[in-house]
């Protein structure tokens, strides 16, 4: 069960801080969080969960966790566009942790700073510079599609690209060394059903992206704690690195074809929990 746990473990630290897209996004997120059932609560059992209450607008606002060990809180604050701007995270347990994020945009609703990094936009390139996932002085470069998804991220000594079906839901991760060498191939496969998590914090997607995938060593999303990456419109079932698999996910789904039970299988090791909503 050590991939499982070190899935959670990479979850969690991600869930620490949250970045951006453009204005042009909000009326199909409107839609898509006026559409999507609200997930209430994930739970393994009564010690491990996590539960989630929204604002007026069905924006995720609060976000509260318990482990073996400790527990913690999120809460996400909004500007008047609908933008998130501040993070604020809480951590109890046998140490006190405490962390705040806050987020700035530009006039075309870019997100240009959070923490100790800076973005800059030329066409589909953004630039990052700063101290970059704990990597001072860094920078690198993200390549966009005509959609805002971003298709290459590009490092000092390696490069990434990425591909998306026709649904938005990335499928493909090739990293490549500076000479052109491929190095990895990771494929993701989905189920036809919607993601719950789906439609939510897209104005951190860029930000999120860099959490997730710099330094890039693999694909590490899906599972429990669906909100520490929302940008799947379908649930992921599988992934597999350079034609092995590696993880799978079975759902269990209501009569609207929402999961409400989910076993994560890893080689022999089978990690389980159950998602509720609210009425």
């Known amino acids: 069960m050590i991939k499982s746990i070190y899935f959670l473990l990479l979850i969690l630290l991600n869930t620490i801080t949250f970045s951006c897209s453009s204005e042009d996004n909000s009326e199909s997120e409107e839609i898509e969080l006026t559409q999507n059932k609200l997930v209430k609560i994930e739970k393994v059992n009564d010690t491990f969960k996590a539960n989630y209450t929204y604002n007026s607008e069905n924006r995720l606002k609060n976000w509260t966790g318990t482990q073996p060990n400790f527990s913690y809180e999120i809460e996400l604050v909004y500007d008047a566009n609908k933008k998130i701007i501040e993070n604020h995270y809480q951590e109890t347990g046998s140490r006190t942790y405490t962390s705040d994020t806050y987020f700035k945009y530009n006039n075309d609703n870019n997100l240009i700073s959070y923490d100790d990094v800076n973005l800059t936009y030329n066409g589909h390139v953004i630039t990052a510079t700063g101290t970059?996932?704990?990597?001072?002085?860094?920078?690198?470069?993200?390549?966009?599609?005509?959609?805002?998804?971003?298709?290459?991220?590009?490092?000092?000594?390696?490069?990434?690209?990425?591909?998306?079906?026709?649904?938005?839901?990335?499928?493909?991760?090739?990293?490549?060394?500076?000479?052109?060498?491929?190095?990895?191939?990771?494929?993701?496969?989905?189920?036809?059903?919607?993601?719950?998590?789906?439609?939510?914090?897209k104005s951190i997607y860029v930000e999120r992206f860099i959490e997730f995938f710099y330094p890039f060593e693999g694909i590490y999303i899906g599972g429990f704690e669906g909100y520490s990456?929302?940008?799947?419109?379908?649930?992921?079932?599988?992934?597999?690195?350079?034609?092995?698999?590696?993880?799978?996910?079975?759902?269990?789904?209501?009569t609207e074809n929402y999961p409400l039970n989910v076993n994560e299988n890893y080689s022999t090791d089978i990690y389980e929990f159950n998602i509720a909503y609210y009425d």
Do not use: R, W
Request: no cysteine; net charge negative.
């Open 132 to 201: 970059i996932e704990g990597h001072q002085n860094a920078t690198i470069e993200l390549e966009t599609n005509n959609v805002g998804l971003i298709t290459k991220l590009t490092e000092n000594d390696n490069y990434t690209v990425f591909d998306y079906n026709l649904d938005g839901n990335l499928t493909i991760a090739k990293n490549y060394n500076n000479n052109d060498i491929l190095l990895s191939t990771y494929t993701i496969e989905y189920d036809q059903n919607i993601n719950p998590f789906y439609g939510q914090m």
């Open 229 to 254: 990456f929302p940008f799947q419109k379908n649930n992921i079932i599988s992934i597999s690195e350079n034609s092995t698999e590696f993880v799978s996910y079975n759902y269990t789904y209501d």
